[in-house]
């Protein structure tokens, strides 16, 4: 080897060498976030830059029965703070939380109030995530801008959607809704089933043709995953309107007002369901 050759070599190894120690101090600086399931990483991008927010399931997965991955374990490895649904959405996590205590682990369900339903589901109720918003903001130690005035401005377009159905009743695909429907005091009757994961039982589904036969649904929300054909097969010829509804909002991009979105969206698609404006669905059983 010649000295120019060598010389190259060790400007070579001093490049690579202070871009290394970059890349440390900028993972230092930049604290690491990783939201669990999609509302979680809708709530977080309101106040995480995009470059430090990871989300560890694929948007469409509502948690039930998840099994994590050696990567998705890399990856609540390299997180300094950790957006989760808490112990009753994602018990996978549990043994993460007790191994790994020097992170900071956010349980949005720990915002709860004592009089909220007990449901896995907490990422559909408007004022946990607000706190969770905040506790992440400072965590961060940013400010958690002006998401509460956002908020409250979707909470007022949601308001002005659903309180005059209030009394319309309707069914959902899966128990995922119950802190949205208390919240907004809206009439649901019924759940095919508590897990989208297990059939509904014959009991249920025999309650569920009584409310329908009686004439007192409205409206039936399905999922993505649920053919809107058996629904339909279930129904039969009853003046039932079919919508579906996503739980997890995986359509919705990453954008800093992805929540407030979320929420109005769920709300905007549910009236119009439940006050019979989207005739489309009563026939084809089609989105509406
Ligand atoms: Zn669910």
């Known amino acids: ?32 976030v990783l939201a669990t399931i999609h509302p979680l990483a809708l709530l977080a991008a309101s106040v995480v830059p995009a470059e430090q927010l990871q989300v560890l399931l694929p948007p469409t997965i509502d948690p039930h029965h998840f099994a ?15 957006l989760w649904g808490g112990p009753l959405a994602e018990p996978y996590l549990t043994g993460f939380v007790r191994r790994w205590p020097e992170k900071n682990w956010i349980d949005i369900s720990s915002f709860a109030s004592a009089d909220q339903p007990v449901n896995a589901h907490y990422w559909l109720s408007v004022p946990v995530m607000t706190a969770t ?15 509460a005035d956002t908020m409250d401005k979707a909470r007022q377009q949601i308001d002005a959607l659903l309180t005059p159905l209030r009394e319309r009743g309707f069914l959902v695909y899966h128990r995922a809704y119950d802190h949205w429907v208390s919240e907004n005091h809206l009439n649901q009757l019924g759940s095919f089933t ?92 089609g989105k509406g």
């Open 1 to 32: 080897m010649n000295r120019v050759t060598m010389k190259k070599l060790r400007i070579l190894l001093l490049i690579t060498l202070s871009l290394s120690v970059s890349a440390v101090q900028a993972s230092d600086d930049k604290l690491q």
């Open 133 to 147: 918003q905040e506790s992440l903001a400072e965590a961060l130690g940013s400010s958690a801008g002006d998401f």
């Open 194 to 285: 508590i897990n989208p994961e297990q059939k509904p039982g014959l009991k249920t589904l025999s309650t569920l043709r009584g409310l329908i036969q009686e004439g007192s649904v409205t409206c039936i929300f399905y999922e993505p995953g649920v053919s809107a054909e058996m629904i339909r097969g279930f129904t039969g010829d009853h003046p039932v309107r079919l919508l579906e509804l996503d739980p997890m909002g995986a359509d919705i991009s990453l954008i800093p007002d992805g929540y407030p979105y979320f929420m109005t969206e769920l709300a905007r698609r549910a009236a119009s369901c439940l006050s019979g404006t989207d005739t489309t669905s009563l026939h084809t059983g």
């Open 68 to 82: 994590l991955k050696p990567s998705d374990i890399d990856q609540l490895q390299e997180a300094d703070i950790i």
